[in-house]
């Protein structure tokens, strides 16, 4: 299907006088998935933004009918993706996660494997086989525990101890990693992962420069009532943006895919292989975020890709 739109789009720059100039050009090759790896969804849209320029031609030239110009405009529009630039992208396939690029591991500890690709795990607590419903402001349990385990993490990181001073028992065990990351306000990320055993939590995402254990989260809740939580943390404190409460749990042997974006206005859509299942407006951090982050706060994950964009 998308050889046979690319083609369409060929022949009508034909009709407008341009086949010519085209057929010249050497750097045109097979429409390529918008989903497959970053090289190939630049050329895709090397190839939509060329499309754009010769439809504006033809359209300052008046050298078409306007509704086919129109119709062609909609054929970009469907192929056309704005987050253009980006930011980060591993799929941890070189086999480690120290270059190329670097992570830092802040707890915990973290390993690269050929099948699974970045795979960490932490026993899973015995606390934890609540799964939590909550949706309001975050006072559970589990839902304190997230902003205890990043801002524990952080100083722990920072102290060179085992435990830092303050702390109490109610802190699970994690295991935690981040790589600077400059993304704007902004962004999209997609994120393939695998949860191997029932009754984990994960949580990732991106954080500011003036409060590295806060930002906003993704977090999976595994257990009888499994969770995809979006969450806001400031300060360690947590409030629960928006969650769905998902019909079967995702230690079912598969990758999964969830998506996020955040536009210019603060609305923020969260996709669980591509169903949307969240939808919310936030305004709580406004500024550039420093890095990324994922935390897994007891279960056995995998990361095969993560990926961060921007729009270009």
Do not use: C
Request: aromatic share 8%; glycine share 10%.
């Amino acid at each position: 299907m998308r050889n046979l739109l690319f083609a369409t789009a060929l022949l009508a720059a034909t009709a407008l006088g341009y086949g010519t100039s085209l057929a010249q050009e050497s750097t045109y090759q097979q429409w390529s998935d918008p989903n497959a790896p970053a090289a190939e969804s630049a050329k895709v849209q090397e190839l939509v933004d060329k499309l754009r320029a010769l439809v504006d031609k033809a359209d300052q030239a008046r050298a078409a009918d306007p509704n086919f110009l129109r119709d062609l405009r909609a054929l970009a529009d469907t192929y056309d993706d704005p987050w253009g630039k980006s930011v980060l992208r591993d799929e941890f396939r070189d086999g480690n996660y120290t270059s190329n690029p670097t992570w830092s591991v802040i707890s915990g500890t973290f390993s690269v494997d050929a099948t699974y690709g970045l795979r960490s795990t932490v026993t899973v607590p015995a606390a934890s086989s609540s799964s939590g419903t909550s949706t309001g402001s975050g006072t559970g349990t589990s839902s304190q525990d997230i902003g205890i385990a990043l801002l524990q993490a952080f100083l722990n990181q920072a102290t060179k101890t085992n435990t830092a001073s303050g702390s109490t028992s109610s802190a699970p065990k994690s295991a935690m990693i981040a790589i600077g990351a400059g993304t704007p306000n902004a962004f999209r990320v997609q994120m393939e992962f695998g949860s191997l055993v029932s009754g984990g939590r994960f949580a990732y995402g991106l954080y500011p420069a003036s409060d590295t254990s806060g930002g906003y989260r993704i977090v999976y809740v595994s257990g009888s009532q499994p969770q995809i939580r979006l969450v806001a943390l400031k300060k360690a404190e947590q409030s629960v943006l928006g969650s769905k409460t998902l019909a079967a749990p995702l230690e079912d042997k598969k990758r999964h895919v969830i998506g996020w974006t955040r536009d210019e206005a603060g609305v923020m859509r969260v996709t669980l292989d591509g169903t949307e299942i969240i939808k919310v407006t936030d305004t709580i951090f406004r500024d550039r975020f420093a890095g990324f982050s994922m935390v897994n706060l007891g279960g056995d994950f995998v990361v095969r890709r993560v990926a961060i964009d921007a729009k270009g």
